[in-house]
Structure formats: C-alpha cells, structure tokens
C-alpha cells in the first residue's frame, strides 16, 4: 500500500509517532499504537530498511519511581518493567494520567522489536531508546513540573490549582532525574541510526 511503499529504498526508520504522545492516553489510544507500530516495524523488515530507531518512553519504567532505594544509574534497562508514572497528588493525577496505557503501548513495541529483530537481523536491526522528559520549546529543567505533561495536554478536570495536595517531592526528582536536553536529544538519535548494535536489537535509556 501506499504509505508502506514509502520505505522502498530507505535506510533507516526513526518512529517517534503515537496516537496520544502523553500520560493520559487511554486504552483505545495505546492500542491504536501499537497497531501502527507493529505494522510500521514489519514493513521495514519486509522492505529490508537496515535501521529501526524506536522512540520508546522512561514511563515502561516508571514505576520505579516509588523505590527510594533506588540510588543514581541503578535503573537499569534489564531491570523488569514497571509500567506507568502514578502520581501522588490525586489532583495531578487525574489531569495528567497514570502513564500506565501510554507505556504499555511502548513495552509492547519494545518487545515486537527484539521479536522482529531476532527473524530479520542482520539485514533489518532494531536500536530502542527509552526517552527521558523532553517538554516543547525551549525544554528548560527550570520548567520542569511534577504535573509532567505540559498544560496544554493536560485533561481539563475542572479543580482549582489550590486543590492540589499530597507529596510533590518524589514526582518532582523523578522527573528532574529524567530531563534529556534537546541537544542531547539529537545526538542520541543521531548515535542510535549508526552505532553497531552487538545482537540483532539494543535497549537504553536516555536522560541527560
């Protein structure tokens, strides 16, 4: 079909879309993306692109948030995955969303990938990178926030800012920790389309 034949000839594939980029996308949404990355994975194998890079999301993990135990660069990508970033303010929560259907969607991606890759390596290999907190614009950590999602994308739930309550502290170093630069941003995808991958697929996560 159409759009598949827009491979024909490409090199390498960088899949950043999904059908709701943010914390609150629901179940229809995060299947709705696993639908079309599933397929855009098997048209690029099919057509023989040499590259996948796969924008997967810090959020497959984010429920580490709440281990305090874990120290600096002990959240690793062989860890078990803890899908969703719940927050502790249940008045951020129900604005911003839990996470868990967004980063189910990429951990089902991942796991498609190391699948396809296993079949198609090493005519097709698959580069994952488990993306920090990048926010639009200027992408300043000044401007960081525990509500995580910008608000323009934010669910309108109707209460009042001074409603918000509980412990913004954790949320708040979480997501901190998690910030990734726009410059670094480009370097790793840059880094992702030509590093030698040492089996048929690789996982990281990036932050800054």
Not at 27 to 43: I, L, R, T, Y
Not at 125 to 136: E, K, S
Not at 188 to 194: D, H
Request: glycine share 8%.
């Amino acid at each position: 079909n159409g759009w598949a034949a827009a491979l024909d000839g490409a090199d390498a594939l960088v899949h950043f879309s999904a059908v709701n980029p943010y914390p609150n996308a629901d179940w229809s949404e995060s299947a709705q993306s696993m639908d079309h990355g599933f397929n855009v994975f098997q048209a690029a194998c099919l057509r023989g692109v040499r590259r996948v890079v796969f924008a997967t999301s810090n959020h497959v993990m984010g429920q580490y948030k709440e281990d305090l135990d874990l120290g600096a660069g002990m959240l690793r990508p062989d860890l078990p995955p803890k899908v969703g970033t719940p927050f502790r303010d249940p008045v951020v929560l129900a604005s911003s969303g839990d996470a868990i259907a967004y980063a189910a969607a990429k951990l089902a991606m991942e796991r498609n990938a190391a699948c396809l890759a296993a079949f198609h390596a090493p005519r097709t290999t698959f580069v994952c990178l488990r993306i920090g907190w990048c926010q639009p614009g200027e992408n300043s950590p000044s401007t960081l926030s525990a509500a995580g999602s910008p608000p323009e994308f934010q669910t309108d739930t109707g209460a009042a800012a001074e409603a918000r309550r509980g412990d913004d502290a954790v949320d708040e170093d979480w997501f901190r920790g998690m910030w990734l630069s726009n410059r670094d941003f480009l370097s790793y995808f840059e880094r992702a389309l030509t590093v030698d991958v040492p089996s048929e697929w690789n996982l990281s996560s990036e932050a800054s």
